[in-house]
């Protein structure tokens, strides 16, 4: 089943049927469906059957940029490849973060440099798809911005990233932009509830009696391996985040007071976010903040 549907994906199926193609498109949004849209948008380039039933999965070059299992990327060449292909397909790129790294890195761009600047291998289409862009440090933003100023013909670029804010002005404005609407959030709690969000919902629930101590004590679980440790604190701040919108939701309903301490932590919570995507910040320190953000919000 084609991931190419819905209203972001109307866009670039209809730039398929005109074959008036951009050469640069940025896909933002949250969860895997701009991922998962870029490398179908990049299989269609390629396939051969008509433009309403691409990526067909059946003609010669969906068979070839079939994907089973992805080979792993390191961005520093040593474990892995740089890049890899979709599927086997040579003129369909991809590079994203390896799992060992926080960045992707300039390597990695100036490796999509040279492969492009090689012809297609079958005369049609290429794309290259940047998944992860958000993590693209300056300076592979600024290599890949070369790029995007002086594109091969007939070759797509395709961004992915969850959110636009993080990528230079000057690369957004070259790209046609993709947005992917939010999907609703996972239940926090009940049995639809996944159990590890259930959990942090139930020790958020007694965090206005925790003593500082115990605040400290728990921002110590986000210390060791950096990739880890954020990922963690991304889903505490999300999960933190979640909690903070139904307390409020909750405060309003009933009507006693003003839900200013929640508002209050909930912009201390996104401006944790940024520090740990944006400036590299300790993912310990940061839990530390949110944690207390939030103990400020639930004391009674
Ligand atoms: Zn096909």
Redesign the pocket.
Known sequence: MSALQGEAATLLHRALASGRLHSAYLLSGPGEAPREAARDFARALV???EPAA??????R??RRSHEDEPVELDGAGKRGPLLRHVGDHPDLLWVERGPGDTRVRIAQVRAVQNALRLGANEGGWRAAVIADAEWLNQEAQNALLRLLEEPPPQTCMLLVTASAAGLLATIRSRCQRVVFPPTAPPPLRGEGAAPERRELAARFDQIGDAGLPDLLDWAEEFRGDRVSAAARAHSLLETGSQWLRERVRELVRRGDRDPHPELDAFSALAACRKDLDQRNANPQMVAERALLALHRAAAP
């Not at 691409?54 to 003609?59: H, L, V």
């Open positions: 396939c051969t059957a691409r990526p067909c999965d059946d003609c070059e969906c």
